[in-house]
């Protein structure tokens, strides 16, 4: 991993760096090496969120061979902030995301989403009222 160094004036733009500060200086890591900590230090199936409301990276783990990898998950979040699915969409390569954002911007998909909607049984809000839910004697 490489770091580099320069003397801090206060108005470096950071942007997708993490900083260090000690002693007037300023050690910088590049997102590339960020991923490729996260990728040697992060647990097996470690989620962890982005700048970016209902992106995160997870960490796969060594599976048949095959090294430990990184991919985007796409799970959109709930009120709270955090993921809304145990699991979301997974993308692993730039390709993938490539051929993904082409399936969804497909105005078919859209349409077949209105009528799924339409033909699905509305779903049932919890009763408010909790004397809905006691049996009475």
């Known amino acids: 991993m490489t770091l580099g160094i320069f003397r801090s004036t206060g108005n470096e733009s950071i942007n997708s760096r993490i900083s260090l500060e000690m002693c007037g200086f300023v050690a910088i890591m590049t997102t590339d090496e960020k991923l490729f900590q996260y990728l040697k230090e992060g647990k097996d199936w470690q989620r962890k969120a982005t700048n970016v409301p209902g992106v995160f990276l997870l960490k796969l783990p060594a599976f048949k061979g095959r090294s430990a990898t990184l991919a985007i998950e796409i799970n959109p979040i709930d009120s709270s902030g955090f993921a809304s699915k145990k699991r979301g969409l997974l993308i692993r390569s730039k390709a993938q995301l490539e051929e993904m954002s082409r399936?969804?911007?497909?105005?078919?998909?859209?349409?077949?989403?209105?009528?799924?909607?339409?033909?699905?049984?509305?779903?049932?809000?919890?009763?408010?009222?909790?004397?809905?839910?006691?049996?009475?004697?």
């Not at 399936?103 to 049932?124: C, F, G, Y």
Request: charged fraction near 25%; avoid cysteine.
């Open 103 to 137: 399936l969804l911007s497909n105005p078919k998909l859209s349409q077949l989403a209105k009528r799924i909607d339409e033909v699905n049984p509305v779903k049932k809000s919890p009763p408010t009222n909790n004397q809905e839910n006691v049996f009475e004697i």
